[in-house]
């Protein structure tokens, strides 16, 4: 559910990183180096010099924009948001990220800016994440450690937009591990929000290893891998009556490979990559990301398996569930069967044909074109928007 589904973390801190992978990489490198001419000897530029680019070229300008990034105190701790938009008189959009502790403020410099001309778009990094994780001890952080605990932040980051933006409803978007924040939160407070929007739902996290695992081993079947069959037969049954951290890496890892965390990738360096130039975090940010994911998994693994909401599918609000279709990380299956028990005011389904669990970095104008069309009208209609452009045939 977590590295979105703890794919790319559990790799890397066990140690299980696809050696199939790595060896293509490696010799494709090496065979690239020694056949492409140096064309320019001019030096790389600094990560300084990148950052700076990157953060001119993004910089709301417009008159009644907001940049801000703000530290705000909630439940003992202080808590990092991004809140970003062209115009605040657009509604509200409350990114709720994955992992646990995988936040998406880094990386949502390459998905994120179009979304801010028809919403004000805040990240937040939750308690054990990111800028959150370095700016506490971890004995503060300690006792809201929990789904209950942090579910609580989020209505509290909730409370403090409506109350300083002066908005009566927002929108509420949940991916991955975020998504079950979001459920809970939608559950207790949906007159807070014009929608829930999911995006690689969590719905039972036992049987959602059990259908990840069946799609990695028949993925390894079809394709002859004989160290992935080894490894992943010699956990069966999976995932048995005790779930292992190193079990859990062996499945993750061979996800992954097969494309279920982002179709036709073998890894999640892409992300990673991005992240190292991310505008808005500094070096010290960056390595907080690994360190408050360790601290997370010791708290919140258990919890985040044993979720099951198989029979929570009431919702007293607008319901919207983005589905990748090749997605293993949270399995499609599971979520378009959630999908069908739901009932709330209206529910809408969109399942998008090239992407796995990173939807909004895998199609991102289909992203933002279902945002604008299937959830903006909603604020609209309440009057929270900026006024559209303004059109003239002839």
């Known amino acids: 559910m977590f590295r979105t589904h703890l794919l790319f973390i559990l790799a890397v801190v066990i140690g299980m990183a696809s050696t199939h992978a790595s060896s293509a990489t490696a010799s494709a490198a090496a065979s690239s180096a020694a056949a492409t001419p140096v064309r320019d000897k001019s030096p790389l530029m600094s990560r300084d010099e990148v950052t700076r680019i990157l953060e001119s070229n993004r910089k709301i300008v417009s008159p009644n924009g907001i940049d801000e990034t703000v530290k705000v105190r909630i439940n003992g701790i202080d808590q990092w948001l991004s809140i970003r938009g062209k115009d605040r008189r657009n509604p509200i959009l409350l990114f709720l990220h994955g992992g646990p502790a995988s936040p998406a403020m880094p990386e949502a410099y390459t998905f994120q800016t179009p979304w801010e001309d028809y ?16 700016a506490n001890s971890e004995q503060a952080m300690a006792p809201g450690m929990t789904v209950d605990g942090m579910t609580d932040d989020a209505a509290q980051v909730v409370q403090y937009l409506r109350q300083h933006y002066g908005k009566q409803k927002i929108f509420l978007l949940g991916h991955s591990w975020g998504t079950v924040l979001g459920v809970h939160l939608a559950q207790l407070h949906p007159d807070w929000f014009y929608a829930y929007i999911s995006v690689g739902q969590v719905v039972n996290g036992r049987r959602n290893e059990e259908v990840g695992y069946a799609f990695a081993l028949r993925e390894a079947l079809a ?5 992935a069959v080894r490894e992943l037969k010699a956990m069966a049954p999976y995932p048995g009556p005790k779930l292992t951290l190193d079990n859990i890496g062996v499945r993750s890892k061979w996800e992954m490979y097969y494309g279920g965390l982002a179709y036709g990738r073998q890894d999640y360096q892409f992300e990673d990559d991005a992240e190292s130039l991310s505008p808005d975090y ?36 607008p319901v919207i569930v983005f589905v990748g279709r090749h997605d293993y990380t949270t399995a499609h299956e599971l979520t378009e069967k959630w999908f069908g028990d739901i009932h709330a005011p209206s529910k809408r389904l969109v399942t998008f044909a090239d992407s796995a669990h990173m939807i909004m970095q895998e199609q991102p104008g289909r992203f933002l074109m279902h945002l604008v069309t299937d959830a903006l009208p909603l604020a609209q209609k309440a009057g929270d928007a900026a006024p559209a452009e303004v059109t003239r045939d002839q």
Request: proline share 2%; hydrophobic share 40%; net charge negative.
């Open 282 to 317: 500094g070096k010290a940010d960056l390595a907080a990301i690994g360190n408050g994911s360790l601290y997370s998994l010791n708290h919140l693994l258990q919890p985040l398996l044993a979720v099951d909401f198989d029979h929570t599918t009431q919702f007293d609000c």
């Open 223 to 227: 394709h002859d891998n004989a160290q």
């Open 119 to 134: 919403f004000t778009v805040v990240q937040w990094d939750q308690r054990g994440a990111g800028k959150t994780y370095a």
